[in-house]
C-alpha cells in the first residue's frame, strides 16, 4: 500500500516474437502470485492469455488479453499480446496504456549468424518502444534450451536496440542444464526449485571471473548516466546495492537502459526475481503519466480505450488505461454511459465500483467508442492522449457471403469486426463491385473471417481480388460517323454524328468537346452525345474501361421530328463501337509507389524479389532514423502485389514491412496483355486490386 492507502500498481505489457513463450510466462507470473491455481497449456488450449477461440484453435495469440494479480500488496496488471507480426497493431495499441513491457526471447543455442538472425524478429518490437519512450526489460526463456552462450546473446542484443543492454543476472549452469542464476546488484547466487521459490547459496567460484566481467559491464552501463557511480568505479570503489538499485530504477524508468533477466517460464524459474525486480525498479503509473504529459493534479477523470472486445455474452467491452481521476459506476464518458466497470482475467470479469488513476479495466457498452480514443467527462476539456499509428494494409482478400441473403449483414458485422481489429480495412471497389477485405496477412485475415463466421454467422467464400485494369488507344481516329436510325409506327428514331477520337497522355482521363457549326446538331441533343460516349468507355473491346482517350463531336446531322437525345445517345455509341477498335487498343494496368523496409544484409533479397515481379528499382538507401535498415523504393505492378508481403516476410525472417499506394497507369506487356484479355470476365480477373486509402 501507498502513503495515501491505496494499492501500488504495475501495468506491464508481455512482448517478444512468436513462440518465445508470452503466454506461458503469463501463466506462470499469474501462478507464482496465486491468481490462478493451476496452470494451464497452450497445447491444451487452457490458459488465460489464449482464451479466444481463434487463438486456441490456431496455439497463438491473436489479439491481447489482460490478467490481473496482487503480489507483495501491489497489483499487476499484465497484458499479454501477440506475437505474429500480423497482430502488431494489437501489440502497439496495447502498448500505449503500460508503464512498462516484459520482451521475452529465446536464447541463441550458438554464435552463428542465423542464430543472430533470429533475434532480428526483436527489432520492430524494440523500436516501436524506443520511439515511445517505454521502458522495458528483457527476459530470456527457456534458458534449459541453451545458457551457454548467454553473453554472447547479449552482446547480439546490443546491435538491435539503440537502448544499452544491461545484465542483471549471471546464468549458473552445469553443462547445458541451468540450475540457478547470480544476482549481479546484490552478488548472491540462487539455486532454482521446480514449481517453488529459488534458495540462496554459497556463491560459486567456478563463475567468479564471468560475474565479475558481467557485473562490471552492467555498472559501465549505468555509470554512464551518473557521475557519482563513475567516480567510485574509477576509484575502484564497489558501489553499495542501494545505489545500483535506485540506477536501475531510474534509468529504466526513463527508457534509458533495458535490464536482461532470463529463466524457464514453463518449471516457473526465474520468474519470481523477475517480478521483484519489477517491484522495485519499473516506473509507477504517476511516473507514465507525466511521461506522456497528463495533468495529475486535475480530478477530472481521463481514460485511453486500448483494446475493443465483442463478446456473447456482455457485448462491446473496452479495456481502457485510467490516467487520471476515478471511473465510478455508470460514469458518462464521451457522452456515452458506461455499462459497468470489470477486471479482466482473460475471458472472465469480475465486476467494480471503481477504478482509480493507473489501472487498467474494462468498461461495458461504450457505443461508438473506438480503440484509441481518449475517454473524459468534460470532453471539451480533455486534450487528445497520443495513439498508436495505424498500420498499412497488405494483403486483402475479396469475401462474399455464403448465403446471398446475408449480403444485408455484412456491413453491420464488418463494423464490429473492425472495431475489434482497427487493423483490418475493407472496401466496396468502385471498379470490380468487390468487397474487398485488408489486413496484414494470411493468417490475419483467416482469424477475421473465422470471427465472423462463429460471431456473427457469416460464413464467407473468398477469392483473390480482381486488378482493375483499364485500356486506351494508341493511335487518333480522325472521323467515324455513327447513325442510328429506327421507324416503329409514328414518331421514328433518328441520330446522326461524326467523331474525332484521339489519345490523351497517361493520368489524363477522358474529355469531351464539340465543334459543331451552323446547329447541324441542336445543343439539346449534345448532351446524349456526351452520355452515350461515356456509356461505351466504361467497356471497351478488351472487356476494360477506356481512359485517356479526347472525343469531339464535329458534325452530324438531325430530324426535325423524330430526332431526341436519345437517339443521339445511341448513334454516339455506335460511332465508338466502330471507331475505337481502329485506334489500337492496349490493356493498361496500374502500378503502385512501394517503400520496403528491410534490415541491410537482406537488401540484396528484396531488391531480387521486387525485380523478379516486374519492379522498377528507383533506390534504396539507409534508414536514418535506424541503424542497420535499409528503405528500397521501387514501382510495382499491382498485378503483383499478391502474397508479396508473405515472400518479404520469409526473406527477412518476418521483420520486412512496406507502405504502398497507387501511382500511375501502364501498358501490360503483349503477352501478358493477350494473357489477361483470354480470361477476363470484363471487370479485371488479377490478384489484387485497387488502392490502400482508409
Not at 496482487?70 to 506475437?83: A, L, Q, S, T
Request: charged residues 20%.
Amino acid at each position: 500500500m501507498n502513503e495515501k492507502g491505496k494499492m501500488g500498481l504495475h501495468n506491464v505489457a508481455i512482448v517478444g516474437p512468436y513462440l518465445s513463450g508470452k503466454t506461458t510466462l503469463l501463466e506462470s507470473l499469474l501462478f507464482v502470485t496465486g491468481a490462478i491455481s493451476r496452470k494451464g497449456s497452450i497445447r491444451d488450449g487452457n490458459t488465460v492469455g489464449d482464451s479466444a477461440t481463434e487463438a486456441r484453435d490456431r496455439h497463438m495469440s491473436v489479439e491481447v488479453n489482460a490478467a490481473s494479480t496482487e503480489y507483495n500488496g501491489v497489483r499487476f496488471n499484465f497484458i499479454d499480446c501477440p506475437g505474429s507480426v500480423e497482430f502488431a497493431q494489437e501489440t502497439y495499441n496495447a502498448l500505449m496504456g503500460v508503464d512498462a513491457a516484459i520482451v521475452v526471447c529465446e536464447p541463441t543455442n550458438d554464435n552463428s549468424n542465423e542464430s543472430k538472425q533470429r533475434l532480428l524478429t526483436l527489432a520492430p518490437i524494440f523500436k516501436f518502444l524506443d520511439d515511445w519512450e517505454i521502458p522495458h526489460l528483457i527476459f530470456v526463456n527457456k534458458m534449459d534450451k541453451g545458457s551457454s552462450n548467454f553473453m554472447e546473446m547479449l552482446h547480439a542484443l546490443k546491435s538491435i536496440s539503440s537502448r544499452p543492454i544491461v545484465p542483471h543476472q549471471y546464468p549458473i549452469a552445469q553443462g547445458e542444464q541451468i540450475t540457478g542464476f547470480i544476482d549481479l546488484v546484490s552478488e548472491q547466487a540462487y539455486q532454482y526449485h521446480a514449481g517453488a521459490a529459488c534458495d540462496p547459496i554459497p556463491f560459486p567460484e567456478a563463475f567468479k571471473e564471468q560475474e565479475q566481467a558481467a557485473r562490471t559491464e552492467m555498472l559501465e552501463e549505468l555509470a554512464n548516466f551518473d557521475d557519482r557511480l563513475l567516480e567510485e568505479l574509477l576509484e575502484e570503489i564497489n558501489p553499495p546495492q542501494e545505489e545500483i538499485v535506485q540506477d536501475l530504477q531510474l534509468e529504466l524508468g526513463a527508457d534509458l537502459v533495458v535490464p536482461v533477466f532470463f529463466g524457464v517460464a514453463e518449471q516457473d524459474f526465474g520468474v519470481r526475481s523477475l517480478l521483484k525486480a519489477l517491484l522495485r525498479e519499473a516506473p509507477t503509473p504517476e511516473t507514465t503519466a507525466e511521461r506522456r504529459g497528463v495533468v495529475l493534479h486535475s480530478e477530472a477523470p481521463l481514460a485511453q480505450v486500448l483494446k475493443t472486445y465483442y463478446t456473447p455474452q456482455g457485448g462491446k467491452i473496452s479495456l481502457v488505461r485510467v490516467w487520471q481521476g476515478k471511473l465510478t459506476d455508470g460514469i458518462v464518458l464521451n457522452g456515452v454511459r458506461a455499462g459497468g466497470i470489470y477486471r479482466l482475467m482473460g475471458q472472465q470479469t469480475t465486476s467494480l465500483t471503481e477504478a482509480q488513476a493507473g489501472d487498467i479495466v474494462a468498461l461495458s457498452r461504450l457505443e461508438g467508442i473506438h480503440t484509441g480514443d481518449t475517454l473524459s467527462s468534460n470532453s471539451e476539456l480533455a486534450s487528445e492522449l497520443p495513439k498508436a499509428e495505424h498500420l498499412d494494409p497488405v494483403y486483402a482478400l475479396a469475401i462474399t457471403p455464403e448465403k446471398r441473403n446475408d449480403e444485408v449483414k455484412l456491413s453491420g458485422a464488418l463494423s464490429k469486426l473492425l472495431e475489434e481489429d482497427p487493423a483490418l480495412y475493407w472496401e466496396q471497389h468502385g471498379d470490380t463491385h468487390e468487397v474487398i477485405l485488408w489486413g496484414q496477412g494470411e493468417i490475419h485475415l483467416q482469424v477475421a473471417l473465422d470471427r465472423l463466421r462463429r460471431k456473427y454467422n457469416l460464413p464467407m467464400t473468398t477469392h483473390l481480388p480482381q486488378v482493375p485494369y483499364k485500356e486506351t488507344i494508341r493511335k487518333p481516329i480522325a472521323s467515324v460517323h455513327g447513325r442510328y436510325k429506327h421507324q416503329s409506327g409514328g414518331h421514328g428514331q433518328f441520330g446522326d454524328v461524326y467523331l474525332e477520337i484521339k489519345p490523351l497522355p497517361r493520368g489524363e482521363g477522358f474529355d469531351f468537346k464539340e465543334t459543331i457549326v451552323g446547329g447541324v446538331v441542336p445543343k439539346q441533343y449534345i448532351p446524349g452525345v456526351e452520355t452515350g460516349v461515356r456509356e461505351y468507355l466504361a467497356h471497351g473491346p478488351l472487356g476494360f474501361p477506356i481512359v485517356d482517350v479526347a472525343v469531339t463531336l464535329t458534325n452530324g446531322s438531325y430530324h426535325s421530328v423524330d430526332s431526341s437525345e436519345q437517339a443521339f445517345k445511341q448513334a454516339a455509341r455506335i460511332a465508338m463501337q466502330t471507331g475505337i477498335p481502329q485506334g489500337e487498343p492496349t490493356l493498361l494496368e496500374p502500378i503502385v509507389s512501394i517503400e520496403v523496409t528491410t534490415p541491410n544484409e537482406f537488401t540484396s533479397k528484396v531488391l531480387q524479389l521486387v525485380s523478379g515481379r516486374r519492379g522498377q528499382i528507383l533506390g534504396y538507401e539507409g534508414r536514418s532514423d535506424w541503424h542497420g535498415w535499409d528503405n528500397v523504393t521501387a514501382y510495382l505492378p499491382q498485378a503483383e502485389m499478391h502474397n508479396f508481403i508473405i515472400e518479404l516476410r520469409s526473406l527477412t525472417l518476418g521483420v520486412g514491412s512496406f507502405h504502398w499506394q497507387y501511382h500511375h497507369l501502364q501498358e501490360v506487356p503483349e503477352k501478358l496483355a493477350e494473357r489477361v484479355c483470354s480470361t477476363t470476365n470484363g471487370n479485371g480477373n488479377g490478384n489484387n486490386n485497387g488502392n490502400n486509402h482508409r
